[in-house]
């Protein structure tokens, strides 16, 4: 894996001035541009769309000094417009391409990125594959903002706007794996845009012929291998540690990539205040 994400960071400084195909790219590199995007955003820090902006603005940046007409480099890095290619321009440096031209600056300059692999493998990764037939996630659904770290209060408005008859309905209907209750993100961004909505649903997992409980939100989820990730540790921090290092630590070493699903935690244990917790991370995926 950070091979292939050294080769798309070669790839995307060949082609800087050009329009970039990422699904092609990705499946010339043996791979899915859901994982790979998904990776880089999980390793990089920033989503790769950031990253190419970034890297452009900062080239365009030497020729803005340089004296070349605006509109010639709007058109060279792929805007149709000196307003578009200003605002982008802007967005990364923090002053107009005039201002820049006028005064030398300010510049926020982009380094161009390169991946390499830690060697750590201190601490143990407490994983299973579980191949599973398709199941429905059933519960109450919400579009709530995306947010790396800490407890999302959008979240827990959410889960507690229902009443707790209803987390035991909930609790009584659920009969497959994952088991318990469940807390499910789909439709998630690919590139993983800290602030970009996804869909959470507080729910459980039933067979897929179930009929769905009036009143409820319904997931479809198809047939596949998850890989789950068992943890324990100071909610929600030991989960979130667990999630990063899928990326850092699993997925580099291992013959599997992400395939297009809804991330699923399982709450196995917790303490009375939430303040620690055993929980289960299912990730769908696929054999490279």
């Known amino acids: 894996m950070i091979a292939l994400l050294n080769r798309l960071v070669d ?3 060949a082609h800087l001035s050009d329009e970039l195909d990422i699904a092609a790219l990705a499946r010339s590199l043996g791979t899915t ?11 990089a820090g920033l989503p790769l769309s950031d990253y190419v902006r970034r890297r452009r603005m900062t080239v365009a940046a030497t020729d803005v000094l340089h004296g070349d007409r605006l509109l010639d480099i709007a058109v060279r890095y792929g805007y149709g417009s000196t307003e578009a290619f200003g605002r982008a321009f802007r967005a990364v440096h923090g002053a107009s391409p005039a201002e820049v031209r006028r005064h030398g600056g300010p510049l926020r ?20 594959i579980a191949d599973r037939p398709g199941f429905r996630l059933v519960g109450h659904a919400a579009r709530v903002p995306l947010i790396h770290e800490g407890v999302n209060p959008h979240i827990q408005a959410h889960i507690a706007s229902l009443p707790m008859a209803e987390h035991a309905r909930l609790k009584a209907i659920g009969e497959t794996e994952p ?7 789909a439709e998630v961004d ?7 909505e996804l869909t959470y649903l507080h729910g459980v997992a039933v067979e897929a012929a179930t009929p769905v409980p009036e009143g409820l939100d319904v997931i479809d989820v198809a047939p596949g291998a998850w890989a789950v990730f068992r943890t324990s540790g100071p909610y929600p921090a030991a989960l979130q540690k667990t999630w990063a290092a899928t990326a850092s630590e699993w997925f580099p070493s291992n013959p599997w990539r992400l395939r297009p699903g809804p991330s699923i935690v399982a709450v196995v244990d917790r303490a009375e205040d939430f303040s620690t917790a055993t929980t289960e991370l299912w990730m769908p995926i696929e054999r490279e």
């Open 179 to 185: 088991s318990g209750l469940l807390q499910v993100s």
């Open 190 to 196: 690919a590139d993983y845009r800290e602030g970009s």
């Open 33 to 43: 541009e859901f994982h790979l995007r998904r990776m880089f955003s999980s390793l």
């Open 11 to 13: 790839t995307v400084e």
């Open 109 to 128: 300059a982009q380094p161009k990125l390169r991946f390499r692999l830690t060697v750590e493998g201190n601490d143990t990764m407490d994983t299973r």
